[in-house]
Every structure is written in C-alpha cells, then in structure tokens.
C-alpha cells in the first residue's frame, strides 16, 4: 500500500452556553480534527484497497490523541463521530477506508466506550462541508447526545484528497430536553443501551 501523505490538520474546539435558554454553567463542548491526505486512488479504479486501512491506523490515533487532550481528558469524553470528505477524483469507497481505524483509535483512548461509532462521508469539491453526526459513547440510543457538528475546510479537499475527521463531545446539548433514554440509565452490555 503507498505511504499516508499527510498535506495539513486542522483542530477546532466549540462551546456552547446556550441557545435562547438559560446559560450554562458547564457547557458542553465538541472538538474536530481534520487531516487533509493525498487520496492514493485517485483518478483511476483500485479492486485491493484494504490495506490502506492499516496504513490510517496511526493517524487515527494521532488526531484522536489530541482531540482527548482538547477536551481535558478521556474520562470528559461522552460523544463521539467520525466522517470522510472525498475529493473529486476519489470515489465514496476510498471514504470508507477511514471507518475502521477513525473509529477503532477513538475507542482504544475511550476504554469504556462500546457504542458503535456513527459516521458520514461524500465527494466534494473545495470547501465541502461535512455533518459528522455524534452518539454517547456507550449507548447508540441516548437521545440527549444525538448531535452533529459540521467540519470542513476553505482548501480542501482537493481533487487528489481526502479530509478524514473524527468528532467528539463532552455532554448532551446545552438545552437538552427531547426524553428518551439517559446517560445514568445506561445498561452498557451492547453499545445500544
């Protein structure tokens, strides 16, 4: 498989203190990373692209490594997604390869987490914007953390590209109040509830 040609990352970190409501006095906060590699498929057809996968593992760990620090620590760490942005020479399939070792680093960090990591991708042009969505951590059917944050970048990707990004949170929305099952009414045994 060809070497991860890493062009640039990017890292974001919001807060939210209210949205018409009361200000809170914790604000939950969403984090980004964004790393712009040169996509090595591009512009032609791959059948064996599979072991690009293991070639991403380090970067996932990298970008989820820092995303845990921006947030002060795993144990601040409740949501999580993951999502690809696949320049216009690539195809959605060289998207995909990023689910497997996006969402493995995130929940190698997260020892706790055992809800499946949900995610996104397309092919877009220069400046596409994605929604990467975020779930809790441990339990897929946590309503109060269904979330998403829109990542992207004025440069990229390029045609030859590809943007991976992984998401996390450290808190339902700031105004939370749509019911369904809490984060202190997880069960935990099968990442749903």
Do not use: C
């Amino acid at each position: 498989m060809p070497d991860v040609i890493l062009r640039k990352t990017a890292f974001s970190l919001e807060e939210t203190f209210h949205e018409g409501g009361p200000v809170s006095s914790n604000p939950p906060r969403r984090a980004a990373a964004i790393a712009i590699i040169q996509n090595p498929f591009a512009g032609r057809y791959e059948a064996d692209i599979q072991g690009f996968m293991e070639d991403l593992k380090p970067l996932g760990l990298k970008l989820a490594t820092r995303l845990v620090e921006m947030l002060g620590g795993a144990d601040k760490v409740e949501g999580y997604g993951k999502g690809a942005l696949v320049g216009a020479d690539g195809e959605l399939e060289h998207g995909a390869l990023w689910h497997a070792p996006g969402g493995y680093a995130m929940r190698e960090l997260l020892n706790d987490s055992s809800a499946i990591v949900p995610s996104s991708k397309k092919v877009g042009g220069v400046g596409s914007r994605l929604d990467v969505p975020i779930t809790h951590i441990n339990a897929s059917y946590v309503r109060s953390h269904f979330d998403t944050m829109e990542v992207g970048l004025n440069d990229a990707p390029r045609a030859n590209e590809m943007a991976l990004i992984l998401v996390m949170s450290t808190g339902a929305r700031v105004h939370n109040r749509a019911g369904g099952l809490a984060a202190q009414d997880i069960v935990g045994k099968d990442g749903l509830r």
